[in-house]
């Protein structure tokens, strides 16, 4: 499993299925056996200045009247990173975003009512990097909200952190796994069954990295 | 033929009793000249380390010419040469090769039973692997190339020392073991002194605490436990262990992570090696609880004047024996990473470590005392694990 550069992986999945665990997994994986310390990176960094005040009021008073210009925040914040953080960062080391233009697609599908086929383009359109792997993790929105919800210290918001909005976030993962072909810029998509037990979750991510060469050869 | 490499290295007399790993440079023949004694030894090779550990010899040839590609030989049925690493591979547990950097050339080494042997410093009666003999050694880990074209071979396991550079964190992993290390050296006194008390506020006597490991490692466990760098680790507590004691009343926090770890795991070895390194570690934990009222608080380093609960002891336990046997499950995976069942348990280790670390300050707070502290601080991958070495200590540490 020899590669010739370090992978860019994304972690997807709603509040509770295990993304940082799985991140941090993977992190330690990548650290402690492969010996190669790999950048954590968030779906948004702040890197733009300039648009930091938009994604906030976009993300936490989303409305007709800001959607366009937080659409477009994100769209500048993300090529930040891709160009100051991801880039330059893969001829050294691996690169792990927990989340990334999946949570994007959803938040706009569920809260601005913007079909995932709608963003797209606008995110994609002058990002440079597509993730070698994108994991998505995968369990019922009952079992993720029990999880978050026995978690402390995570802010909730009332109108995120429901029952009916994180159901439909789900429908809209599926529906774009479902046809990623439609999204190169989510680049492979697997989906992991998050209701197993945690090591089974990051083993099962070992196991689609590994089968697709994603990881250095191992040295003694 | 087949007792001749360790009949003629022990001729040598370069081992020592003691438990510890000794090193010595003595110049003579390559593995060719030491397999076979009746060939002349032209080949300016040398033994340039016999370095004995129980029941286990480690033994390096350094051979002049550059490092290359190793060609499996066939030799006629009247050859007399070209037959060295087929009785290697025939005598050893695990051999491999390495160039010298320093030096230009090859270094072949080997790990192998010592026949007749026994395990003198844990003392617990006859140990099966130790009995061996050519044709019933311990299954090498690789095979001899038999195909007809030449193909590269360069053994089964190179020490992780002595191939590429170590990553910073395993540096600072060896700098802690040291820390470790350093710190009971400078108390066994203390620690001796203590056997017939009460350890502060448990209710367990120190006897029992460091009641010496009831595991009794095999050739094989030995050899893992070796190049995962855990010699140390295990060696101390049987040298150091109190045999009148019975079993550590902290051994079951080492045995339940043994039991969560390895599931499905049928590697003799293997399993071994984790129970092994996790029983030392509740030695460990036990030996700096003994003299834990002589030491300081880790931040405020004043001396400790409070006790620490039976409960917070295997608590750390757990901790410690998690993080060393990820240690050794990471060499196996090194070594042979396609076995399913030991990846599975590298990712249980990994996955109760991220669960445990949100649970790390509060234990520490508890220990409180600065040795137990790092004990715990240093054996898994945490936020807090080599801070102090971030931040530019070396090695030192308040005694």
């Keep these: ?220 | 033929m087949a007792m001749l490499l360790p009949a003629a290295v022990r001729r040598r007399q370069v081992f020592q009793r003691s438990g510890r790993a000794k090193e010595h440079r003595v110049v003579h023949g390559g593995f060719g000249g030491v397999l076979d004694a009746s060939h002349d030894l032209v080949a300016p090779e040398e033994i340039r380390t016999v370095r004995r550990q129980h029941a286990l010899l480690h033994v390096e040839v350094f051979d002049p010419q550059p490092h290359g590609e190793l060609v499996a030989a066939r030799p006629g049925p009247d050859a007399e040469d070209d037959r060295g690493l087929e009785i290697v591979e025939a005598l050893c547990l695990r051999w491999g090769r390495r160039p010298d950097a320093d030096r230009g050339g090859s270094v072949t080494w080997a790990c192998l039973p010592v026949p007749g042997a026994e395990l003198a410093q844990h003392d617990r009666g006859a140990d099966p692997e130790q009995s061996c003999e050519a044709g019933n050694l311990p299954r090498p880990v690789a095979t001899m190339p038999v195909h007809p074209a030449p193909v590269p071979f360069e053994g089964d396991l190179v020490p992780p020392s002595l191939t590429s550079p170590p990553t910073l964190y395993e540096s600072w992993e060896v700098l802690a073991d040291g820390l470790h290390v350093q710190r009971l050296a400078l108390h066994l006194p203390q620690l001796h002194e203590q056997l017939t008390v009460q350890t502060a506020g448990t209710g367990i006597t120190v006897a029992a605490v460091v009641a010496r490991p009831a595991e009794a490692p095999t050739a094989q466990t030995l050899a893992l436990i070796d190049a995962a760098g855990l010699s140390a680790w295990v060696d101390l507590p049987a040298e150091h262990g109190r045999s009148d004691a019975a079993v550590s009343p902290l051994a079951s926090a080492a045995e339940d992570v043994h039991a969560l770890l390895l599931p499905g795991v049928t590697d003799d070895a293997l399993r071994g090696a984790v129970r092994v390194v996790a029983a030392a570690s509740a030695w460990w934990v036990g030996a700096f609880a003994a003299i834990r009222h002589l030491g300081v608080h880790h931040s405020s380093l004043t001396p400790v004047k409070d006790t620490v609960g039976s409960d917070t002891l295997h608590e750390a336990v757990r901790v410690v024996a998690l993080g060393t046997a990820q240690r050794v499950l990471a060499q196996q995976l090194r070594h042979d990473a396609s076995e399913e069942a030991v990846r599975l348990a590298y990712c249980r280790a990994v996955t109760e470590g991220i669960v445990i670390e949100p649970t790390l300050p509060a234990l520490l707070e508890k220990l409180g005392e600065l040795r137990l502290v790092d004990l715990v601080t240093t054996s898994i991958p945490w936020r807090g694990r080599f801070a102090k070495y971030a931040g530019g200590t070396g090695a030192g540490e308040v005694e």
Excluded: C
Excluded at chain 1, 90 to 102: C, E, F, K, S, T
């Design chain 1, 1 to 220: 499993m020899q590669n010739a550069r370090n992978p860019f992986i994304v972690v997807e999945g709603l509040d509770g299925t295990g993304k940082t665990t799985l991140r941090k997994g993977l992190f330690r994986l990548f650290e402690g056996l492969y010996r190669v310390t790999p950048l954590a990176v968030l779906t948004t960094n702040f890197l733009d200045a300039s648009v930091a005040a938009d994604l906030v009021e976009g993300k936490y008073q989303p409305s007709a009247d800001n959607r366009y210009r937080y659409l477009a925040a994100i769209a500048a914040d993300k090529q930040a990173t891709a160009t100051r953080l991801i880039a330059p960062s893969l001829p050294a080391r691996p690169v792990i975003a927990d989340r990334w233009l999946l949570s994007e697609l959803a938040f706009f599908a569920v809260k601005h009512d913007r079909s995932p086929k709608e963003t797209y383009p606008h995110l994609a359109e002058h990002l440079d990097v597509i993730p070698d792997l994108t994991l998505v993790l995968d369990i019922s929105p009952e079992a993720a909200m029990e999880r978050a919800a026995a978690r402390s210290g995570d802010a909730t918001r009332p109108d995120w952190d429901v029952l009916d909005i994180q159901a439909r976030v789900r429908e809209v993962y599926q529906t774009v796994t479902d046809e990623a072909a439609a999204y190169p810029a989510l680049g492979p998509v697997v989906r992991i069954d998050a209701a197993n037990d945690r090591a089974t979750v990051l083993h099962t991510a070992w196991q689609a990295l590994d089968q697709r060469g994603l990881f250095p050869e191992l040295s003694e």
